[in-house]
């Protein structure tokens, strides 16, 4: 049944830019319920797959799918912000991040992810972490709430937001995913909710932070970084702008010249990136991707290896 509701996004393009070999070591970040794990293990019979991620349940679920494959894999129940922890001074060739919520956490009014089911304001990845949404919902003050929309939601009527629930909880705690949904409606002009639901960018927004998803992001991808082998490549597929501008950034920053040698006509090898972009701009899901799986319609790809 997960399997049916699932669809991993950029799954093709994703295998193809890891360059996978029978024989490499290779790491899914974020292995939801194994759509591209899969993928990866068929074709590492000589190899060795680590898999990281925080939900329990599709860990459960993944463990009996990809023992269906073969045994040469390791689950971690952890964030990949420990992926360096874990690893030691291990080197692997390959590292895919898949950041987007699975359908099936999606699709589970219980999990309080969804702005379109009735559930509780929950969001975590991570069960058995103390803070959640209706956490954040009924203690965080206006400012907190209004910077909290604004930087991680882009959302541009935060401070109203924010002040309409101080007005609400002062009342009654918040519970439910409808009750904040049917908050953040009052607070939408009518003409701006004929483009995109109302909701969605506050929805992203207490996930980021409930998570603490950019911080654990930026760590995870500079220490991936550091545990490639000489070919190896980081793949990352973002599904909003502030985890594209991360890894976009960071990618920019390992494979450009020191501004001191720059322009020079022999700049000494040993002064040259250690990284190249692989995608100079990111791969997109093609129309007919986009068109069987909606959610895969923001999606961004992102590649860079290391040559030296």
């Known amino acids: 049944m997960m399997e049916e509701k699932h669809k991993s996004v950029l799954l093709k393009e994703a295998i193809e830019y890891l360059n996978i070999k029978e024989d490499g070591i290779y790491i899914d970040a974020t292995l939801g319920f194994a759509g591209h794990a899969s993928e990866i293990l ?32 390791e689950i971690y129940n952890t964030s990949y912000k420990n ?83 101080e007005k609400v909880r002062k009342e009654k705690e918040i519970e439910t995913t409808i009750e904040l949904v049917e908050i953040i409606d009052r607070c939408y002009p009518y003409k701006e909710k004929r483009n995109t639901h109302p909701a969605k960018k506050v929805f992203q927004a207490l996930r980021i932070e409930v998570n603490n998803e950019l911080e654990e992001l930026e760590t995870a991808l500079k220490d991936s970084l550091e545990l490639l082998n000489v070919g190896g490549r980081v793949v990352v597929i973002t599904f909003h702008s502030l985890e ?37 701009k990111p791969i997109l899901p093609t129309d007919e991707e986009i068109k069987q799986n909606k959610r895969s319609k923001s999606a961004k790809l992102r590649v860079i290896e290391k040559i030296k």
Not at 43 to 70: M, P, Q, T, V, W
Not at 139 to 153: A, M, W
């Open 42 to 73: 068929k074709r590492i019979k000589k190899g060795y797959l680590l898999a990281f991620d925080k939900d329990i349940e599709a860990i459960n679920y993944s463990r009996i799918k990809l023992a269906k494959i073969d045994d040469n894999f």
């Open 244 to 280: 594209d501008r991360i890894c976009k950034k960071m990618f920019k920053e390992k494979c450009e010249i020191d501004k001191v040698v720059k322009g020079l006509p022999n700049i000494p090898k040993d002064l040259l990136p250690d990284f190249k972009l692989v995608t100079t």
């Open 83 to 165: 992926i360096k922890e874990k690893l030691g001074n291990k080197k692997v060739d390959g590292i895919l991040f898949d950041l987007g919520v699975s359908s099936v956490e999606i699709d589970d009014e219980k999990r309080g992810f969804s702005y379109m089911k009735n559930g509780p304001l929950d969001m975590r990845m991570d069960k058995s972490s103390k803070i959640t949404a209706k956490t954040i919902i009924n203690t965080y003050t206006p400012d907190e709430l209004t910077r909290i929309f604004r930087e991680y939601g882009e959302e541009k009527h935060a401070l109203k937001i924010a002040l309409e629930i």
